[in-house]
């Protein structure tokens, strides 16, 4: 009885390691989204912040042909 005993917690520790491995290939695709998702937000709160650049820098040159033509 007690090599029964043995048997099933060496079957429960193998058991126990493939779900510890499991649970670490979850976290680690979980880790990919969210660095992916976080790369994709600062990837477009760039382009937002460029694309208001190029409309200020418009609005500039706009204003400034305004006073040439004032004068």
Sequence with gaps: MGGNR?????VLAADIRLL???????A???ITIVEQRHQ?????FAEQSR???DKLEAF???SLSIDIELK
């Design 6 to 10: 043995h048997q099933r917690v060496k």
């Design 20 to 26: 510890e491995g499991w649970v670490q290939c979850e």
């Design 51 to 53: 694309l208001r650049d």
């Design 60 to 62: 500039g040159w706009h």
């Design 40 to 44: 994709l937000e600062v990837n477009a």
């Design 28 to 30: 680690e695709k979980c």
